[in-house]
């Protein structure tokens, strides 16, 4: 599956006033029942924060999966509310569809309840424990997996770490995070998953205004990927949350950092491991990736260090050298000569004590692809994994 984004349709917005004031029309007397509107709201997060919930919890996957059945069959027509209609008519000439696509489309768009319930916060989430969230993916068969790829693709991830500067052990932990080098990419109709998100997001989650105006922009952006490349917006599949590809990057991300890494004159992140290769670099490059600096240092605590201080920044790089250790986070070796910010970064542990690491500001661009220290944590230890499997140093 490719999406090009040089070529546009054309918009004819009074003929689609016409067309969709037909259409809403017809939806009323067959009963369309309306449904409330989420205000609108910029959302400017990268693709990382697509679930942000897990940041909250240690549910292993950040891109959750369909289990491969075909979800079309348990929902309803996305067009029974009347609200869809009616952003459709505003929606065509500003993002320049052609009106008699986006009706043909939007009219085979199914409401996917089961995508509204898989957003929610789980009812009584469970407490965080990294040991466990670590072994569902830095286990054999991922760490295998990881250096057939590798090996494989080894001359494309050299590439991209000299033309980005991001390590090959980095893009290789984080498409065997997301999709297990391409075994997993999701099962649902983006179009149904999308679309239900953006018009039904449940309004039980705690950030529902916030994350349905993100997926109403996700939904847009992919009608546009769809229109502009002439594919079958029907025919692409990805996770619940609207990801797609061996990176599981949202349509905005396509968009912005996707590129055509094998020369073909096409991005597919779908069929091509070399443009995923180079997308994932790419994003990163993005996204202040510090070429040479690692990802986190050890650190050791003791009954005088000041936690509060330490934590309240959260993963966001602020210390100093100077400042980490005054506070009584103890490095050592290499560490103390790092010229960057720090971050305490608690990992905890269930009912164990927590583990603790130094993050540079490269363990936070890793939070950018999804906001989770735990996430971050398991792609570099992956990458450590099959890099030393490899025989390369990570």
Known sequence: MQFETTTS???????????????????VLLGAAPAA????????????????????????????????ADHRQAGTALTDDIHVLAWAQEAAPRLELDPAWLQKTLAQA????????????????????????????????????????????????????????????????????????????????LLDALGTLAFHFPPAHPRAVERQAFFRSEFEQFLQ??????NDPLSVRGSYAGAMGLP?????????????????????????PADAIGSVANYFKAFQWRTGMPTHYPVSLSAQTDLDSLLAPDILPTFSVASF??????????????????????????????????????????????????????????????????????
């Open 9 to 27: 349709h054309k918009t004819r917005g009074q003929a689609f006033g016409t067309l969709l004031l037909a259409w809403i029309s017809t939806a």
């Open 37 to 68: 509107l989420a205000q609108k709201k910029p959302h400017h997060s990268p693709q990382a924060k697509r679930l942000a919930k897990a940041n909250k919890a240690t549910k292993a996957r950040p891109v959750a999966k369909a289990a491969g």
């Open 110 to 189: 199914q409401r996917l309840p089961v995508v509204e319930k898989l957003v929610l916060p789980p009812p009584s989430p469970s407490a965080k424990d990294w040991a466990a969230y670590r072994a569902r993916f830095i286990e054999p068969t991922r760490i295998q997996a990881g250096v057939r790829f590798w090996k494989k693709h080894q001359t494309t991830l050299e590439r991209a770490d000299k033309e980005f500067g991001v390590p090959a052990s980095i893009v290789v932990g984080i498409i065997g995070v997301e999709t297990l080098y391409g075994q997993n990419t999701g099962n649902f109709r």
């Open 225 to 230: 990927l769809s229109a502009r490349s002439g």
């Open 248 to 272: 599981q990057f949202m349509p905005s991300s396509w968009s912005k950092f996707a590129v055509d890494f094998d020369g073909d004159g096409r991005i597919d992140l779908f069929g091509s």
């Open 325 to 394: 250790t005054a506070k009584g986070a103890n490095l050592e070796g290499t560490a103390l000569a790092h010229t960057g910010p720090l971050a305490l970064i608690e990992l905890r542990n269930g009912t164990n004590a927590p583990s603790y690491v130094a993050g540079t500001e490269n363990f936070y661009a890793i939070t950018r692809y999804n906001w989770s220290s735990y996430y971050a944590m398991a792609v570099i230890e992956l990458a450590e994994a099959v890099a030393r499997e490899v025989n390369i140093k990570p």
